[in-house]
């Protein structure tokens, strides 16, 4: 266990405060973040708290905005579609994010998929513990932090998880409040990503279907996160920083905010556009583009209004070995990633924390 949390640990329960008890208690009750709040609390529990240092941050500076990029024509005129390319390249080289909008992708698909999510996590909590488990190779699971027994906080969020491919799941296994809007959306997503990675594929100088081809778009897992009214937001993090890990990932955010990312030393915000979705790649593009692209750090901050509710896609897969692509590098660009079994790689991102400005892909440098 980390050493932090042994004396957060030492120091609650020398106060008479017994933290694995009440994670315990936490996890048992299947009611996760949401039914903390229901029950009238005023002060978070002590397992969600981080140090206050680690939630500040200055306001974003208007010279410092993530770019906002217009797919509308993007492949009926020549001319916008190098131009497209060209902001992808430059945004994904510079921020690691983007927001995109004309994507093709309807206002009602898009609001039906949060009123889904919302209908679950605001549903009944005796249908919500039927999904309820940390086991990570079931297709549809619903939880609180996956990984609460061994995180040095946990996040002020619940999460409902889909993994739409390979091999997605039957219909009849997902919530019936969000079954038809989850089919219809994660069409959708599957639609625009592969709109996406021919374009960061010719970004990146190559052919239009290197990625696709590559299998970029074979794996789809979707997680729909709740972030509940926080009554100390001072105090938690909606999500602590990370970096994702897989090659790119397509969110849609509501109306709150609290999104932010990582850029020039300080924390940008991420502000939500009516209709946009907000994309940004991962550990996995990073690796494969052997650094040309960023995996950025990013994190939700806890917020005294909500609920908040995102649907974050993650396209990857890790039952190959990846390195940076061949046709990349050369005598003045030469690998600076190893080849990496992707299954040791996932292993160490699911059991490693992120610490120190160190990612799990820096531990692949060579």
Same mark, same amino acid.
């Given at each position: 266990?980390?050493?932090?949390?042994?004396?957060?640990?030492?120091?609650?329960?020398?106060? $008479?405060?017994?933290?694995?008890?009440?994670?315990? #208690?936490?996890?048992?009750?299947?009611?996760?973040?949401?039914?903390?709040?229901?029950?009238?609390?005023?002060?978070?529990?002590?397992?969600? =708290?981080?140090?206050?240092?680690?939630?500040?941050?200055?306001?974003?500076?208007?010279?410092?905005?993530?770019?906002?990029?217009?797919?509308?024509?993007?492949?009926? !005129?020549?001319?916008?579609?190098?131009?497209?390319?060209?902001? *992808?390249?430059?945004?994904?080289?510079?921020?690691? %994010?983007?927001?995109?909008?004309?994507?093709?992708?309807?206002?009602?698909?898009?609001?039906?998929?949060?009123?889904?999510? @919302?209908? %679950?996590?605001?549903?009944? +909590?005796?249908?919500?513990?039927? &999904?309820?488990?940390?086991?990570?190779?079931?297709? =549809?699971?619903?939880?609180? +932090?996956?990984?609460?027994?061994?995180?040095?906080?946990?996040?002020?969020?619940?999460?409902?998880?889909?993994?739409?491919?390979?091999?997605?799941?039957?219909?009849?296994?997902?919530?019936? =409040?969000?079954?038809?809007?989850?089919?219809?959306?994660? #069409?959708?997503? @599957?639609?625009?990503?592969?709109?996406?990675?021919?374009?960061?594929?010719?970004?990146?100088?190559? +052919?239009?279907?290197?990625? *696709?081809?590559?299998?970029?778009?074979?794996?789809?897992?979707?997680?729909?996160?709740?972030?509940?009214?926080?009554?100390?937001?001072?105090?938690?993090?909606?999500?602590?920083?990370?970096?994702?890990?897989?090659?790119?990932?397509?969110?849609? /955010?509501?109306?709150?905010?609290?999104?932010?990312?990582?850029?020039?030393?300080?924390?940008?915000?991420?502000?939500?556009?009516?209709?946009?979705?907000?994309?940004? $790649?991962?550990?996995?593009? /990073?690796?494969?583009? +052997?650094?040309?692209?960023?995996? #950025?750090?990013?994190?939700?901050?806890?917020?005294?209004?909500?609920?908040?509710?995102?649907?974050?896609?993650?396209?990857?897969? &890790? !039952?190959?070995?990846? $390195?940076?692509?061949?046709?990349?590098?050369?005598?003045?660009?030469?690998?600076? &990633?190893?080849?990496?079994?992707?299954?040791? &790689?996932?292993? /160490?991102?699911?059991?490693?924390? /992120?610490?120190?400005?160190?990612?799990?892909?820096?531990?692949?440098?060579?």
């Amino acid at each position: 266990m980390d050493s932090s949390k042994t004396q957060l640990d030492l120091v609650l329960k020398g106060s $008479g405060y017994d933290i694995e008890k009440e994670i315990k #208690a936490f996890d048992e009750s299947k009611a996760g973040v949401k039914g903390l709040v229901d029950s009238g609390i005023v002060k978070i529990p002590p397992f969600f =708290v981080v140090p206050e240092n680690v939630v500040s941050s200055e306001p974003t500076p208007a010279h410092l905005q993530i770019p906002v990029i217009d797919l509308k024509d993007a492949h009926g !005129d020549p001319a916008r579609h190098e131009k497209v390319i060209q902001e *992808i390249r430059s945004a994904l080289e510079i921020w690691g %994010f983007f927001q995109v909008v004309n994507h093709g992708v309807s206002k009602d698909i898009m609001e039906g998929m949060v009123e889904g999510v @919302r209908g %679950f996590h605001e549903g009944k +909590n005796e249908v919500k513990k039927e &999904y309820y488990t940390r086991d990570v190779k079931k297709k =549809v699971t619903y939880t609180s +932090n996956t990984l609460i027994h061994k995180t040095k906080a946990a996040d002020w969020k619940d999460t409902l998880y889909f993994r739409m491919a390979p091999d997605s799941p039957h219909p009849e296994e997902l919530p019936v =409040v969000c079954r038809e809007t989850t089919i219809k959306y994660t #069409a959708y997503i @599957r639609g625009l990503g592969d709109t996406l990675l021919k374009l960061v594929s010719e970004a990146l100088g190559l +052919n239009p279907d290197h990625l *696709i081809e590559s299998g970029c778009d074979k794996g789809l897992k979707i997680m729909c996160h709740y972030y509940p009214p926080c009554p100390e937001p001072n105090r938690t993090l909606g999500s602590k920083s990370h970096t994702d890990p897989d090659f790119l990932t397509i969110l849609m /955010q509501d109306h709150i905010g609290g999104l932010q990312v990582f850029h020039q030393n300080q924390w940008i915000d991420v502000p939500p556009i009516p209709g946009a979705f907000v994309i940004n $790649g991962g550990d996995l593009l /990073q690796l494969i583009s +052997n650094g040309k692209f960023k995996s #950025a750090e990013h994190r939700v901050l806890a917020n005294h209004i909500g609920p908040r509710i995102s649907v974050a896609s993650f396209f990857a897969i &890790y !039952d190959r070995i990846c $390195g940076p692509i061949k046709e990349l590098l050369s005598d003045e660009n030469p690998a600076v &990633y190893k080849e990496v079994p992707l299954m040791e &790689y996932i292993a /160490q991102y699911m059991w490693k924390e /992120q610490d120190g400005g160190v990612t799990t892909l820096d531990r692949f440098r060579l």
